[in-house]
T-cell receptor
Framework: ETGVTQTPRHLVMGMTNKKSLKCEQH?????MYWYKQSAKKPLELMFV???????ENNSVPSRFSPECPNSSHLFLHLHTLQPEDSALYLC???????????FGNGTRLTVT | SQQGEEDPQALSIQEGENATMNCSYK?????LQWYRQNSGRGLVHLIL???NEREKHSGRLRVTLDTSKKSSSLLITASRAADTASYFC????????????WGAGTKLIIKP
């Protein structure tokens, strides 16, 4: 049990579908993150929320839309994705800026 | 090349031997962090070393940091089969509170 729970673990979707990834942390952390992990590439930071306010947005296509309704929950809404968006999407949290991250086990996304 | 490059990309050793992985980076940092990722799982934080520290230990792990060479090493002593995983370094840049720059990782295989 990592303290950061992601659902679903696996997701297969067509390019015209709309789906959402969910992340929940029970660690009392103030910051939450979405990362994309593709094979043989470094982790890519997508979004960061601190106390429910978005503080980083790394030029992510608009087909990815984050939502942070409270400090314990984070969503990533997906629509009209491309096959190259297939990857492992990891959620993480941290107590404060610059401190170590606690990761969930990820959602393996396949876009067909 | 990218900030936070690990070397080697893959390493295979016998159980009981020591494993050394290296990480190089390019710009000034606040701290450098090492993480482990088992196949299909999220990343787990191992050690954080600050820019004013030269060496840290945690159990069988030893991390060194040489800011003059912009490099770090992770040593795992007396390796075990359970140490089989991918290992990543990540640098926290001095000018960004939330941005971590990741390497592509070293895949470590411990042969029984």
């Amino acid at each position: 049990e990592t303290g950061v729970t992601q659902t679903p673990r696996h997701l297969v979707m067509g390019m015209t579908n709309k789906k959402s990834l969910k992340c929940e942390q029970h660690l009392g952390h103030n910051a939450m993150y979405w990362y994309k992990q593709s094979a043989k590439k470094p982790l890519e930071l997508m979004f960061v929320y601190s106390l429910e306010e978005r503080v980083e947005n790394n030029s992510v296509p608009s087909r990815f839309s984050p939502e942070c309704p409270n400090s314990s929950h984070l969503f990533l809404h997906l629509h009209t994705l491309q096959p190259e968006d297939s990857a492992l999407y990891l959620c993480a949290s941290s107590p404060e800026q610059g401190s170590p991250l606690h990761f969930g086990n990820g959602t393996r996304l396949t876009v067909t | 090349s990218q900030q936070g490059e690990e070397d080697p990309q893959a390493l295979s050793i016998q159980e009981g031997e020591n494993a050394t992985m290296n990480c190089s980076y390019k710009t000034s940092i606040n701290n450098l962090q090492w993480y482990r990722q088992n196949s299909g799982r999220g990343l787990v934080h191992l050690i954080l070393i600050r820019s004013n520290e030269r060496e840290k230990h945690s159990g069988r792990l030893r991390v060194t940091l040489d800011t003059s060479k912009k490099s770090s090493s992770l040593l795992i002593t007396a390796s075990r089969a359970a140490d089989t995983a991918s290992y990543f370094c990540a640098t926290n840049l001095y000018y960004s509170n939330y941005q971590l720059i990741w390497g592509a990782g070293t895949k470590l295989i411990i042969k029984p």
